[in-house]
C-alpha cells in the first residue's frame, strides 16, 4: 500500500472551510483514496473516496491532484462536531481488504 | 439502519479467563475484519473474512481466534487473555473488498486485562 503523509494537526474556525492535506507521491494507478475520520474514539466514520476524478458527497469534496500524488479533503463549513482525526488512506484492496491507518491529522474546529 | 454491532462495549475481567467479543452486521455483507488501536501504534488489522467459512490472518493475529459461521457474525475469541491484548477493539464489515466500497465500523469494545 502506499505511504501517505498528513500533518500532525490542524486548527479551523467554525463555519469557515477545512483543507485537509494528504500526500501519497508513491501511489500507484489502480490504488484508491480513502478519507476516514475519528471522532474521539469512536468507531472510524467513512468520508469518501475517489481515484483520479474530484468527489464530492454530503459530508465533504475530495480534490486529487493529476498525477495523483496528492490529496486534500475539504470540508466546505466546518462545525465543533467536525472535530476529529482525520486519515488518508491510499488502498488497493487485494491485500485482505485492510486498511492501514496512519497517524492521521487532528482537525481543532475552533468557534 | 444499516451498523456493526458490538457487545460488549467495555470489559474489564482478568488474565487468562476466556472472553468472546461479539459483531453482528445488517447489511449481509460479505466482508469482515477486526482491527485492534493502540496509543502510537494506530489501528491494525487483526482477523479477517472473506465470506461465511473463510478466514485469514491480518497483521497481528496472536492470541486471538475468530469464526465466521454466518455471514452476519464475526466473533473475535481470546482463549486466554493477557494484559497486552488491552486495548480498543473494532469490528468492520463491507462488501467483497474488490468492489471498491468503504467499510463499515462498529462503535468499539474497550477491553482491559489484569
Known amino acids: 500500500d502506499a505511504k501517505t503523509t498528513q500533518p500532525p494537526s490542524m486548527d479551523c474556525a467554525e463555519g469557515r472551510a477545512a483543507n485537509l492535506p494528504c500526500n501519497h507521491s508513491?501511489?500507484?494507478?489502480?490504488?484508491?483514496v480513502y478519507w476516514y475520520r475519528q471522532i474521539h474514539s469512536q468507531g472510524p466514520q467513512y468520508i469518501i473516496h475517489?481515484?483520479?476524478n474530484n468527489e464530492t458527497n454530503e459530508m465533504a469534496s475530495l480534490i486529487i491532484t493529476e498525477d495523483r500524488k496528492s490529496s486534500t479533503l475539504i470540508l466546505p463549513h466546518a462545525t465543533l462536531r467536525d472535530t476529529a482525526v482525520y486519515y488518508c488512506?491510499?488502498?488497493?484492496?487485494?491485500?485482505?481488504?485492510?486498511?492501514?491507518f496512519g497517524q492521521g491529522t487532528e482537525l481543532s474546529v475552533k468557534p | 439502519e444499516a451498523q456493526v454491532t458490538q457487545n460488549p462495549r467495555y470489559l474489564i475481567t482478568v488474565t487468562g479467563k476466556k472472553l468472546t467479543v461479539t459483531c453482528s452486521q445488517n447489511?449481509?455483507?460479505?466482508?469482515m475484519s477486526w482491527y485492534r488501536q493502540d496509543p502510537g501504534l494506530g489501528l491494525r488489522q487483526i482477523y479477517y473474512?472473506?465470506?461465511?467459512?473463510?478466514?485469514d490472518k491480518g497483521d497481528v493475529p496472536e492470541g486471538y481466534k475468530v469464526s465466521r459461521k454466518e455471514k452476519r457474525n464475526f466473533p473475535l475469541i481470546l482463549e486466554s487473555p493477557s494484559p497486552n491484548q488491552t486495548s480498543l477493539y473494532f469490528c468492520?464489515?463491507?462488501?467483497?473488498?474488490?468492489?471498491?466500497?468503504?467499510?463499515?465500523f462498529g462503535d468499539g469494545t474497550r477491553l482491559s486485562i489484569l
Open positions: 468492520a464489515s463491507s462488501p467483497p473488498p474488490g468492489v471498491n466500497q468503504p467499510q463499515h
Open positions: 508513491t501511489i500507484s494507478g489502480n490504488e484508491y
Open positions: 475517489g481515484l483520479k
Open positions: 488512506i491510499a488502498l488497493v484492496y487485494n491485500q485482505g481488504g485492510k486498511l492501514i
Open positions: 447489511m449481509n455483507h460479505e466482508y
Open positions: 473474512s472473506m465470506n461465511v467459512e473463510v478466514t
